[in-house]
């Protein structure tokens, strides 16, 4: 009956299609409860059992009711339930039911840290948009031909004067990188050898104005081959405040670090989340979720 009453609410086929391709890149959206808590940190040997089936635990897995993770010995997890704005902490060996309000712990112990709520909101508006996101990064293809930008990636920026690189090609006599937006056709035009270029000091982009960059590499045979846009906004000096002021001290936990990545990514500065991820990844090399999150 589900079936047939879905097929009838479709407008059509390629609605259809779309749903199915959908719920191919984003298994178990459709029927899997809600998820309630989010792993921030996580080390050693730790597995969640969920659905009868069981995995290994990683940075970023979102965490539905029902579910269980076992801890080995010298092993630990912190999640971050985002509905309580609460942290818990748990060492290994454990075993820990996830319950929709809080985390208990079947064998061993653990510890409860309260958070304000400002800190634990960015964590549910992660899980309820990310899902989507890391989809449309996996369906992405381009020829490696082509010029690779690096940054800015469709992201809000910072600085005025921003810093544009992309992936170097082999066999390159230089490349053509043109800047754009909505108010002067080309701001920039430029013609560099090197696969970087920062825009003058005295030439400052405007704040709050979308733009659009690419590169064309123009090879040494003569030929050329130019990348896909990438898009770009410098915040608002008070969005930058806001940044600013919630960065974590040089001494913050692992799991704090974590949800301040999430932060930048919720509120659009995703180059900025790209670079804590890759210092996140640094410290778990073997976490392929920060590993994924850290690729430009």
């Not at 259809?16 to 029927?31: H, R, V």
């Not at 309580?84 to 748990?90: G, K, R, V």
């Amino acid at each position: 009956m589900f079936k047939n009453h879905l097929l009838k609410s479709l407008p059509g086929r390629k609605d259809f299609w779309s749903l199915l391709l959908l719920l191919t890149f984003i298994p178990g959206l459709a029927m899997a409860a809600e998820p309630v808590a989010m792993v921030t940190d996580v080390k050693g040997a730790a597995r969640l059992k969920q659905n009868s089936q069981t995995k290994s635990l990683a940075v970023l897995t979102y965490l539905a009711p029902d579910s269980e993770i076992e801890l080995d010995k010298g092993a630990h997890v912190v999640m971050t339930y985002f509905s309580q704005s609460a942290e818990y902490t748990f060492k290994g060996p454990a075993h820990i039911a996830i319950q929709t309000d809080s985390a208990k712990a079947i064998t061993g112990t653990g510890e409860l840290r309260k958070l304000a709520n400002e800190k634990s909101a960015p964590v549910k508006k992660f899980i309820q948009t990310a899902r989507v996101t890391q989809a449309t990064i996996a369906m992405r293809s381009l020829p490696t031909i082509k010029p690779h930008l690096q940054s800015p990636l469709d992201s809000k920026i910072s600085s005025v004067t921003p810093t544009f690189r992309w992936k170097a090609i082999e066999d390159t006599a230089k490349y053509q990188l043109t800047l754009t937006n909505s108010i002067d056709a080309a701001p920039y035009d430029v013609s560099v050898e090197t696969n970087s270029w920062q825009v003058p000091g005295a030439s400052a982009l405007k704040r709050g104005i979308p733009y659009s960059w690419k590169v064309t590499a123009i090879m040494k045979s003569g030929e050329s081959y130019s990348s896909n846009k990438s898009s770009f906004t410098i915040a608002h000096e008070n969005e930058i405040k806001s940044i600013e002021a919630r960065r974590p001290a040089a001494d913050a936990s692992f799991s704090d670090r974590v949800v301040y990545a999430v932060y930048l990514e919720t509120e659009g500065f995703y180059d900025a989340a790209r670079g804590q991820w890759q210092e996140l990844s640094k410290e778990r090399p073997d976490d392929a979720n920060l590993r994924k999150r850290g690729r430009p």
